[in-house]
């Protein structure tokens, strides 16, 4: 049954309403929701600062002519630029927390939210974990949402691009977090301090330039230097594995996200067992590696970046 605009009194109306002009949309979801009601509600609930949603009941509250007008115009242009909708109203939520997004960072969605909260079990010693490094942090999701799973632990938030650190940098205000959490603009570890962590985490630029090629207009709208790896995807990550060793505690461990490009890597090295994820709720494409094992295959590490240099 269509809709009707100028019949809609209720949150859960408007709801259903953008639903349905999503549904008739080529649209993508993927960016923090995978189905057009959902989109639509995460948009409502968010411009009237109703998330989390506690009780279902409030879909069932009026929703003023103000609020719906400007609504609307925000599905509409969810439809036309084809914008992620966290980049639309603002905010994204990552391991149940929320985080300000714009348009130079990805919009969190990464798989490393389950390992928080599991709290890397039986990898990671959170009693004796006091130094996090969260590398390519855009949002600063992952180093921020550690820091608050792991109360005793200082967290370096790290990325190349200095928009991206700013948005960082709000998140670490807005999560109260200024004495245990700072955020510094370097490419990998070139500007960091001389100090070694016991757990590195990093979800660097993966996608490969074919796959890079396919992806729906949404992701075009993220910073590319966020997405893109190089030909293979992996540029980043070569550089990681062989320069994370010199930056871990002994007995640290090393944490990437690689996504699609996990059998790319396993054919790089297929000498190297990574210890692959495995995600209840959705997700997959990362590895563990720890200190030791790094410092172990660092001469394929470095054999791979010489040769990659020489091409």
């Given at each position: 049954?269509?809709?009707k605009?100028?019949?809609?009194n209720?949150?859960n109306?408007?709801?259903?309403?953008?639903?349905?002009?999503?549904?008739?949309?080529?649209l993508?979801?993927?960016h923090?929701?995978?189905?057009?009601?959902?989109?639509?509600?995460?948009?409502?609930?968010?411009?009237?600062?109703?998330?989390?949603?506690?009780?279902?009941?409030i879909?069932?509250?009026?929703?003023?002519?103000?609020d719906?007008k400007?609504?609307?115009?925000?599905?509409?242009?969810r439809i036309?630029?084809?914008?992620p909708?966290?980049?639309?109203v603002?905010?994204?939520?990552?391991?149940?927390?929320?985080?300000?997004?714009?348009?130079?960072?990805?919009v969190?969605?990464?798989p490393?939210?389950?390992l928080?909260?599991?709290k890397?079990?039986?990898?990671?010693?959170?009693?004796?974990?006091?130094?996090v490094l969260?590398?390519?942090?855009?949002?600063g999701?992952?180093g921020?949402?550690c820091?608050?799973?792991?109360?005793?632990?200082a967290?370096v938030?790290?990325?190349?691009s200095?928009p991206a650190?700013?948005?960082?940098e709000?998140n670490?205000?807005r999560?109260?977090l200024?004495?245990r959490?700072?955020?510094?603009?370097?490419?990998l570890?070139?500007?960091?301090p001389d100090?070694?962590?016991?757990?590195?985490?990093?979800?660097p630029?993966?996608?490969?330039?074919?796959?890079?090629?396919?992806l729906?207009?949404?992701?075009?709208?993220?910073?590319?230097?966020?997405?893109?790896?190089g030909?293979?995807?992996?540029?980043?990550?070569?550089?990681i594995?062989?320069?994370?060793p010199?930056y871990?505690?002994?007995?640290?461990v090393?944490y990437?996200?690689?996504?699609?490009?996990?059998?790319?890597?396993?054919?790089?090295?297929p000498?190297?067992?990574?210890?692959?994820?495995?995600?209840?709720?959705?997700?997959?494409?990362?590895?563990m590696?720890?200190?030791?094992?790094?410092?172990?295959?660092?001469?394929?590490?470095?054999?791979k970046?010489?040769?990659?240099?020489?091409?």
């Amino acid at each position: 049954m269509t809709i009707k605009l100028y019949k809609i009194n209720t949150i859960n109306e408007l709801v259903c309403y953008g639903a349905q002009l999503f549904d008739s949309a080529s649209l993508f979801y993927g960016h923090g929701t995978d189905n057009s009601m959902d989109e639509a509600a995460y948009i409502v609930l968010s411009l009237i600062h109703r998330l989390p949603l506690v009780d279902d009941s409030i879909l069932d509250e009026h929703i003023t002519e103000s609020d719906k007008k400007a609504i609307v115009a925000v599905f509409k242009r969810r439809i036309i630029e084809k914008l992620p909708a966290a980049y639309l109203v603002g905010e994204a939520w990552f391991a149940g927390l929320p985080f300000y997004v714009n348009e130079h960072v990805l919009v969190p969605r990464s798989p490393f939210a389950e390992l928080i909260d599991d709290k890397f079990t039986p990898w990671v010693d959170v009693e004796r974990t006091t130094q996090v490094l969260d590398l390519c942090t855009g949002s600063g999701c992952i180093g921020i949402a550690c820091a608050l799973n792991f109360p005793q632990t200082a967290v370096v938030l790290s990325d190349i691009s200095e928009p991206a650190i700013s948005v960082a940098e709000s998140n670490i205000q807005r999560h109260a977090l200024a004495n245990r959490v700072v955020a510094i603009q370097s490419n990998l570890f070139d500007n960091l301090p001389d100090k070694k962590y016991d757990l590195i985490l990093s979800n660097p630029p993966y996608v490969g330039h074919d796959e890079l090629s396919t992806l729906p207009d949404e992701f075009y709208k993220e910073p590319q230097l966020g997405l893109d790896g190089g030909v293979s995807g992996l540029d980043l990550v070569h550089k990681i594995l062989d320069e994370s060793p010199g930056y871990l505690n002994d007995g640290g461990v090393l944490y990437v996200e690689v996504g699609n490009t996990d059998l790319a890597l396993q054919q790089c090295y297929p000498e190297i067992p990574f210890l692959w994820q495995d995600f209840e709720y959705g997700g997959h494409g990362i590895f563990m590696l720890t200190k030791e094992q790094l410092l172990e295959y660092k001469p394929l590490f470095q054999a791979k970046l010489t040769w990659l240099n020489n091409e």
